[in-house]
């Protein structure tokens, strides 16, 4: 397991970009596809989630940047890194996509219905490119488009809608909950299904989901999530026909939902910013000095057998003589598989080893060192 150190900063950052960029896209969404009167009747409060989510977005792609030049050691660097790198291409990119998004929701072009949709998913994408998807090729940084494009429509209304059904007319507020009670049931299983598709890539086995700090922030995320679908349903189940009865005064269920989506957003935040795991590998090769030896060799995994070759030589070069017997221990789940591997000839070592696949803690005690390595044993 690697526990890599972890940078709160770029936490925050991430949380901050999903939350305005799900705030500048769900204020459009929402405006345009669910709840366009709703939108009319509260034009400034829209704009205000617009306007803030465009800020903070903007804001966190801004500081980003300039926590990473930061980071490389020289804050003056920040336009050569806009201009001639390709993640500052990228962060500079999705600024002026920001803008255009922005400028499109104040009526800036004609040709809206053509525009946004496409200038918005490009957003999203720039998003996904910048990802742990983003560096595991086409088929998952589009997944990571799915789950975002899902996420930001469904949740982004959400938000739009808890902040602007106060004080709007029952019946604009009852067309915009049907619209969006339909696409969320659409957009859970479209978020949920590319969620687990991200999730099996990113983690590469059952045991990291507990074993690893990134497997752990994703629990806790999905922890948030739980709550979000239990809201959901209850929207569905009990606020849904009582809106239609008129038999209710208000959305506060819908606020609630908003405000327990925000959390999802900081853990996703949380979650993009933790290294994932690094699968452990099913072949090492061994090679290095302790004290007056040198070992060379190859600690091999296929399905159902571990294998291993050594070699042991003097500095010069001889093979060690006399040559020692080395204990060989392979640790699963806290049981032991244990050999003394005797020399063949000339201080070589070579052995066969079945066991039933999983992760291996394997130890070697040379005679002045003990070598310790991960190894992953697939299965059949
Ligand atoms: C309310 C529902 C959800 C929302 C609003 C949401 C939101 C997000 C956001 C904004 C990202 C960042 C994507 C990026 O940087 O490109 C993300 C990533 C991710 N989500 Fe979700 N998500 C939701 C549900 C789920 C579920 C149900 C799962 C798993 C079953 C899941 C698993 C993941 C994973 C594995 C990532 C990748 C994070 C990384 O880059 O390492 N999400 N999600």
Not at 11 to 40: D, H, K, N, T
Not at 49 to 54: A, E, K, R, W
Not at 90 to 102: D, G, K, N
Not at 299 to 323: K, S
């Amino acid at each position: 397991m690697h526990h890599q150190g972890h940078d709160l900063t770029q936490s925050y950052i991430q949380a901050a970009l999903y939350l305005g960029v799900f705030a500048l896209l769900g204020a459009g969404f929402f405006a345009r596809y669910i709840g366009p009167e709703v939108a009319r009747a509260q034009a400034w409060r829209l704009w205000y989630l617009l306007s803030l989510g465009f800020l903070l977005a903007l804001g966190a792609t801004v500081y980003g940047s300039y926590h990473a030049v930061w980071m490389l050691g020289d804050p003056s660097l920040l336009l050569e890194y806009w201009t001639e790198t390709s993640q500052g291409n990228l962060l500079a990119a999705r600024a002026v996509l920001m803008l255009a998004l922005l400028g499109l929701s104040l009526g800036w072009a004609r040709f809206d219905r053509w525009l946004w949709p496409p200038l918005a998913l490009a957003l999203l994408l720039s998003l996904a490119l910048n990802s742990h998807a983003g560096t595991k090729g086409p088929a998952i940084y589009l997944t990571d488009l799915v789950h975002l494009a899902f996420g930001a429509a469904w949740a982004g209304s959400v938000l739009a809608l808890a902040l602007t059904w106060p004080r709007t007319r029952f019946e604009a507020v009852r067309v915009a909950l049907e619209r969006l009670s339909k696409l969320g049931l659409i957009s859970v299983v479209g978020v949920g299904l590319a969620g687990v598709v991200l999730a099996v890539v990113q983690l590469g086995g059952w045991d990291n989901l507990f074993g690893s700090r990134y497997g752990r922030t994703l629990l806790l995320k999905l922890g948030a999530v739980a709550a979000v679908l239990a809201v959901a349903a209850v929207n569905r189940r009990w606020l849904m026909p009582r809106v239609r009865q008129k038999a209710v005064r208000g959305l506060g269920t819908v606020s609630l939902e908003a405000l327990l989506l925000v959390l999802v957003l900081a853990l996703s935040g949380l979650l993009a910013s933790t290294e994932p795991p690094t699968p452990a590998p099913h072949r090492l090769s061994l090679e290095g000095n302790t004290g007056a030896q040198r070992y060379s060799g190859q600690l091999y995994a296929e399905a159902g057998q571990v294998q291993l070759q050594l070699e042991l030589r003097d500095l010069r070069g001889q093979p060690l003589n006399p040559a020692p017997a080395i204990p060989l221990r392979l640790v699963k789940d806290g049981e032991a598989v244990e050999q003394t591997l005797q020399p063949l000839q000339r201080a070589q070592y070579r052995t066969t080893i079945q066991v039933p696949p999983g992760t291996y803690e394997v130890t070697l005690a040379l005679p002045e060192e003990t070598l310790e390595y991960t190894l992953v044993v697939p299965a059949r």
